[in-house]
C-alpha cells in the first residue's frame, strides 16, 4: 500500500514536470512571435535611416529633404506597424509596403535634384495619402454590408460608365501623350481612371457574393457587360494602359473564383482568340491604312480608327526593335536602356539626366540607375512578397467568404501586376504602357491608391488570424 501511494505521488511529479516543460515551451514560443513580428517593424526603420545615408552620398540637398520626410515616415513605420502587429495581422506585407514607401520616398527627392521635373515632391501629399487610406480601411468595413446587395453590381457598373463619361467631356492631358485619364479641379489634378480600378473590386466583389448568388450564366453576362464598358471607355479616352491590367484581373477573376465547367473554358478562350485576331486585325489594318495617312487621303473612318492603330503599332514595333525610331517612340526606352548599362550594383556617379518622365512612368529605371541593379531586385522582391501575402490572404478567405477573397485577390493584382508590367514595359521586355510603378512613382491620385489596397489588405489580414489559446485543465 505504502508502495502504490509513492508511485502514484511520483506519477503525479511526472504530469505536472511535463505540464511545466509544456508550459515554458509555449512561453518560449510566444517570446520568438513577438521578436519575429517586431523585426518586420525594425527592419523598415533601420532602411529608412540607410536611405538618408545613401541620399547624402548622392545629393546633399535630397538629403536634408529627406530629413523632412523621415519624420513623418518613422512615425506611419511605428504607429501603423505596432497596430498591425497588436491585431494579428501580415507582418510581411507591411514590411513590404513601409520598406516601397521609404525608398520611393527617397527616389523621388533624389529625382527632384537630378532631372528636374515638372512637379516637385510633396511630403504633405504623402501625409495626406496616408490619411485617407486610413480613413478608406475604416469606411470599407461599412461599405462591405452594401456589397451583399444585388443592385451594387448594377451601381459599380453605372459608376465605372459615368468615370468614363466625364474624362470623354472634361478630361484634360497634362503630360501631353493624347490620354484624357485626368480632370482639373481647381489647382488639383486627379487621375480618374484609377478609380475605374476601385469600382472593379468593388463590382467583382458584388458578383461574387453569397447573398446575391448569381449563377454561371449571369455571372458571365454580367462580368462582359462590365469589360466591354471599360474597354470602350478606354478606347474614347484613349488609355489602354490600364485598361490592360483591368483586362487581366477579369480573366484571372473568373478563372480562379467561377466554378468548373464548359461554360467557364468556353468563354475563357473565347476572349484569348478576340484578343489575338484583335491585335493581328489591328496590323493588317494599319499596313492597309498606312498609304493613305502619308499621302493625306483618309477618310472620316480611317482618321477615327488611325491614333489606335498608330499607337498599338508602335508599342509593339519598338519593342521589338528598340532602334526603329530612337528619336520618337523608342527615345524614352533608348534612354532607360543606357541608364540601366550605366548603373552597375551600385548605381552610377555621374548623375545620368537623360531619363524621360523619371518622376513616373520610368521611375523603376531611375531606381536602378541612382541606386544600383541590386536596389532593383529588392524591390522586384518585395513586390514578389507582396503578391505572396495577398495570394495567401486570398485563399485562406476562400474558406470562409468567396466575396473577401475576391477582394483581397484583386487589390494584391492591382498593385502587382502593374508593378511587374511597368518594370518589364521600362526594360523594354514587353510593350510599354506609360503606366506610374506602385510605391515609386509621383502622383497623389495613384499613390493614394497604392495605399487604400496595401491598407485593406492588412485590415483584411487582421481577422483571418485568429489568437491560439492553450487551456490545461488539472484533472
Not at 102 to 113: E, V, W
Amino acid at each position: 500500500m505504502e508502495r502504490a501511494i509513492i508511485l502514484e505521488h511520483s506519477g503525479r511529479n511526472d504530469n505536472l514536470l511535463s505540464m511545466k516543460i509544456f508550459v515554458k515551451d509555449d512561453r518560449e514560443q510566444d517570446t520568438e512571435e513577438e521578436t519575429s513580428g517586431t523585426r518586420y517593424i525594425i527592419i523598415p526603420i533601420l532602411i529608412q535611416l540607410l536611405m538618408a545615408l545613401l541620399l547624402f552620398l548622392r545629393s546633399r540637398t535630397a538629403a536634408l529633404n529627406y530629413l523632412y520626410a523621415l519624420i513623418p515616415l518613422l512615425f506611419a513605420t511605428s504607429f501603423i506597424g505596432s497596430y498591425v502587429y497588436n491585431r494579428n495581422g501580415d507582418m510581411k506585407l507591411f514590411s513590404s509596403a513601409a520598406i516601397l514607401t521609404t525608398i520611393g520616398t527617397a527616389l523621388q527627392l533624389l529625382i527632384d535634384q537630378i532631372y528636374d521635373p515638372i512637379t516637385s515632391f510633396s511630403t504633405i501629399k504623402l501625409i495626406v495619402s496616408f490619411v485617407v487610406a486610413i480613413v478608406f480601411v475604416m469606411f470599407y468595413t461599412l461599405f462591405r454590408k452594401l456589397l451583399n446587395k444585388s443592385m451594387m453590381v448594377y451601381v459599380m457598373m453605372v459608376i465605372t460608365a459615368a468615370i468614363y463619361t466625364i474624362l470623354l467631356i472634361s478630361g484634360s492631358d497634362p503630360n501631353g501623350y493624347g490620354t484624357s485619364a485626368w480632370i482639373r479641379i481647381g489647382g488639383i489634378t486627379v487621375q480618374l481612371t484609377d478609380f475605374t480600378k476601385v469600382a472593379s473590386i468593388m463590382f467583382y466583389s458584388a458578383l461574387f457574393s453569397s447573398k446575391t448568388s448569381h449563377d454561371d450564366n449571369q455571372i458571365l453576362v454580367l462580368s462582359s457587360i462590365f469589360f466591354v464598358i471599360n474597354f470602350i471607355g478606354s478606347l474614347l479616352i484613349k488609355e489602354l494602359g490600364s485598361f490592360f491590367i483591368l483586362y487581366f484581373l477579369h480573366l484571372s477573376i473568373l478563372y480562379i473564383f467561377m466554378n468548373k465547367g464548359k461554360k467557364k473554358k468556353l468563354y475563357l478562350l473565347f476572349i484569348f482568340f478576340i484578343t489575338v485576331g484583335a491585335l493581328f486585325l489591328a496590323f493588317m489594318l494599319y499596313k492597309l491604312i498606312l498609304p493613305s495617312h502619308d499621302a493625306g487621303t483618309m477618310n472620316t473612318v480611317t482618321k477615327a480608327l488611325w491614333p489606335f492603330l498608330n499607337k498599338i503599332h508602335q508599342r509593339f514595333s519598338v519593342t521589338a526593335n528598340i532602334n526603329a525610331d530612337p528619336y520618337g517612340a523608342g527615345y524614352q526606352l533608348l534612354q532607360g536602356k543606357k541608364a540601366l548599362w550605366m548603373a552597375g550594383w551600385f548605381g552610377n556617379t555621374v548623375n545620368f539626366h537623360a531619363i524621360p518622365v523619371a518622376e513616373s512612368d520610368m521611375a523603376y529605371i531611375a531606381l536602378v540607375n541612382a541606386f544600383g541593379h541590386i536596389f532593383g531586385f529588392f524591390v522586384i522582391f518585395l513586390f514578389l512578397r507582396i503578391m505572396l501575402s495577398g495570394s495567401e490572404l486570398s485563399r485562406k478567405k476562400m474558406k470562409e467568404e468567396k466575396q473577401d477573397a475576391v477582394v483581397a485577390y484583386a487589390s494584391t493584382i492591382l498593385i502587382v501586376m502593374q508593378a511587374m508590367i511597368v518594370i518589364l514595359g521600362s526594360c523594354n521586355i514587353i510593350p510599354f504602357t506609360g503606366l506610374p510603378i506602385p510605391f515609386l512613382s509621383r502622383g497623389g491620385t495613384y499613390l493614394t491608391l497604392t495605399f487604400c489596397l496595401t491598407g485593406l489588405l492588412l485590415h483584411m489580414s487582421e481577422e483571418y488570424e485568429d489568437e491560439e489559446e492553450d487551456e490545461y485543465v488539472d484533472e
